[in-house]
């Protein structure tokens, strides 16, 4: 069989997922599973994070809490749910203290209660490595669940917020680059729980993820889904200011921070071509066009008048 | 600040419990936090496992998911709630292959299957040690809600099953004698989830917990939240003729196993006095009165007119 070094995280993902079959709504291989509750449905996932990947030596305890909570509850956000509560399962060296755990804990608490939901509860068990691993758990009305699967061509490709700021962050790091807010992005992840729940309510949206493995593999994860391609519109992809700057600084393109950087945790999601009104009613300037679904099963970046494959560069766990 | 080594799991636990408030019927601190959702409350709790502490190492990929899923699901157990579904994150070592996950992910999915419940998805990430940390969510009314505090004086104090089994099963790995029953139990816990539903529809349970940490130290995490005490007669705990016989070639004491040994999953709980009928004709002879609540501050074991105290001597995480 083959390792997971060569299959990559992708490919073990999609291994499980065929092999399991489930009588909830929505199981395995989108940002959260869906489970019917009465009129609604129970949205649910976790996602574990470790010292070694994911937490930069900067962090401070109480921003590894945050991080652990916000990750979390951007994958409530992706379904277009209302979070319910959080549950943190924690693997801590022996030899940290009591303010180390209590900082983490105000930190995933903090995160909770900045996205009106509450810290449930967890778990504490000796590990040699720092690990968290939460669950997030939200509700959400039957028509209003958002899924990976449903983009279809003629469909508006858009986006939340600005691409590439926690890669620029982790560049600014890597550089020794005095760039606070970038790498604030980084350390504490906001995840668009209000922009979820309005794309939810809009009923237009025909497609939704979280952009945290970057834009350009979260575009794979919706094509893959949805069984379609998308087209990237290279000038309309939303670059900050900071993002630019530090580019610069780095000899970098801009641009592939935003396509290919990790860490961002906004929302990519599709709506029916007659639905844009309403998403800009919702969401206002936070949202943009940046491309739209095109049908095939290549996605493309279009600059100008020239397209090229756009191929999916972010994180992956496991590939070398 | 103190260190985790210092003041050990139970005592972190405590210290994180009274920093936090939630508006959750039932936030940290029991086997699992409680949410209303209109007429029933929804049940979460998260439970972590690592191959230093909890994987002995002939336990199979297939027995480490089962035994994720079972201890996670034993939570949801405990509250007397029905399970409505498992998550599981799994930090993965890069040179396990393909077939050791899916292996892992077969036996949690056949657990949650065996309990009636769905395998709803999960997190892999790239992690030095391998690490599971499931969640499970439940289902209960809310006049069936079971929970560690209420427990009162001249409550019955009973049992599910057997105590030790478990236990003997790792001694007879270590002593290699060839006890295969035994050492089944240790590593296929069987979360006892249709008899915490059978409890929760009794109606006479005052309290209630799993005793994976040992029996004694399940008894002080029920004392405690109660606000009270208990004393266990030493006869009338049920101990197996596998644990008596482990315990004979390994020359200690069964009692000391069924004590103090973990990894039992069975359900620790109190009722009314007069509710022994109800709970006799729920669950038959696989429920026992193994003492009672005599209020107090101090546990108490009996053996005949002897009295002794019965101190907390489980696993405890951290505690050196």
């Not at 993902?13 to 449905?41: F, Q």
């Not at 834009?215 to 900050?240: C, H, K, M, N, Y």
Request: glycine residues 14%.
């Amino acid at each position: 069989m083959a390792r997971l070094s060569d299959i990559g995280e992708k490919g073990i993902v999609r291994s499980l997922v065929s092999m399991l079959t489930v009588s909830a709504r929505l199981g395995p291989g989108d940002d959260a599973a869906a489970v019917e509750l009465g009129d609604r449905y129970l949205v649910a996932s976790t996602d574990m994070l470790w010292e070694g990947t994911h937490f930069h030596p900067r962090m401070s305890r109480w921003q590894r809490g945050w991080m652990a909570a916000a990750v979390n509850l951007s994958d409530i956000a992706a379904m277009g749910a209302q979070p319910l509560g959080l549950l943190l399962a924690m693997g801590l060296p022996a030899d940290l203290d009591e303010g180390d755990v209590k900082g983490m804990v105000q930190g995933a608490a903090d995160c909770c209660d900045a996205y009106g939901t509450d810290y449930l509860g967890g778990d504490t068990k000796e590990c040699p490595q720092l690990v968290l691993a939460g669950a997030s758990l939200g509700l959400v009305g039957k028509e209003g669940l958002l899924t990976r699967k449903g983009a279809s061509r003629g469909d508006l490709l858009m986006m939340t917020g600005t691409a590439g700021m926690a890669a620029a962050g982790l560049l600014a790091l890597e550089l020794g680059i005095d760039e606070n807010r970038a790498i604030t992005a980084l350390f504490e992840p906001q995840p668009r729980v209000k922009e979820g729940a309005l794309l939810s309510a809009s009923g237009v949206v025909t497609s939704c993820t979280d952009i945290s493995d970057g834009l350009s593999t979260s575009l794979q994860e919706l094509a893959l889904a949805s069984g379609t391609a998308f087209e990237v519109d290279r000038p309309s992809v939303p670059i900050g200011p900071d993002v630019e700057r530090i580019a610069l600084k780095a000899g970098k393109d801009p641009i592939d921070l935003a396509l290919h950087g990790g860490g961002d945790y906004q929302l990519l999601f599709t709506i029916r071509p007659d639905g844009l009104d309403r998403v800009l009613d919702a969401l206002g300037s936070d949202a943009r066009v940046i491309g739209q679904c095109i049908g095939g099963n290549r996605n493309v970046l279009r600059s100008g008048g020239v397209r090229s494959e756009l191929e999916p560069k972010g994180y992956e766990h496991f590939r070398r």
